[in-house]
């Protein structure tokens, strides 16, 4: 059964300074990974994903993720980061079928000034 | 702009008095899915509609149901809620059920029960 484990529940940061959310997999089929950002009190927003090819994805707003198969390991990263980074992140894996996704527990990124 | 509309964004309701949350799509997707979000938690999925074929997920309490009238549409109602029901709720879409397709979500019924 697939599954995700997210290792830091809070990361705190100075703005501009760089920051990566932990992310690993565990997947016995075809991996497919995503990570979501989510808010205060909004809806999950994709930030982006993997499905096939480079294993490097990014984002618009400058954040980018690494798919390690060897590790099962998707983590976030964003070279300098700003106030409105601030929010929840969820790391997510498709688990079965019809296009379920299965969440780790979320990363809560603080950036402060 | 397409998008994934939750009604209302917060809704308070009394320990076993049924209560409804909506969501509709202008996506024109063929599945949508409801997610319960504790406090702190990852999101949970709770059941899906792919087209007019509902899918329960096996341990989501018998509490709870779901209707899809059309496309568009597509209801969580709450039997007799209890006070471990008070969380958010998330709707989202996707196109199709392959496995490449995006996930879009609304922006969340919170729901508090008294």
């Known amino acids: 059964a697939q599954s995700v484990t997210q290792l830091d529940s809070q990361v705190p940061v100075f703005e501009e300074a760089p920051v990566e959310l932990r992310c690993n997999y565990s997947?016995?089929?075809?991996?497919?990974l995503f990570w979501y950002v989510q808010y205060p009190n909004q809806g999950l927003q994709l930030l982006l994903k993997?499905?096939?090819?480079?294993?490097l994805v990014e984002s618009i707003n400058g954040f980018e993720a690494e798919f390690n198969k060897s590790q099962t390991s998707f983590h976030l990263r964003k070279p300098s980061v700003h106030i409105s980074d601030t929010a929840e992140y969820f790391c997510?894996?498709?688990?079965?079928?019809?296009?379920?996704?299965?969440f780790g527990a979320g990363t809560r990124l603080a950036v402060h000034p | 702009d397409a998008m994934v509309i939750q009604n209302p964004r917060y809704q308070v309701t009394q320990f076993g008095k049924p209560v409804t949350l909506s969501c509709s799509q202008t996506?024109?997707?063929?599945?949508m899915y409801w997610y319960q979000q504790k406090s702190s938690q990852a999101p949970k999925l709770l059941f899906h509609?792919?087209?007019?074929?509902?899918?329960n997920e096996a341990d989501t309490p018998d509490n709870f149901q779901s209707r899809r009238p059309n496309t568009s549409f597509c209801f969580l109602d709450i039997r007799s809620p209890g006070l471990g029901d008070a969380a958010m709720y998330l709707c989202?879409?996707?196109?199709?059920?392959?496995?490449?397709?995006?996930?879009?979500f609304g922006p969340g019924t919170r729901l508090l029960v008294l």
């Open positions: 989202a879409t996707s196109r199709d059920v392959q496995n490449q397709e995006t996930q879009y």
């Open positions: 997947s016995s089929v075809s991996v497919y």
């Open positions: 993997y499905l096939s090819g480079s294993t």
């Open positions: 997510a894996v498709r688990g079965g079928g019809y296009n379920k996704l299965i």
């Open positions: 996506l024109n997707h063929n599945v």
């Open positions: 509609y792919y087209d007019k074929d509902f899918n």
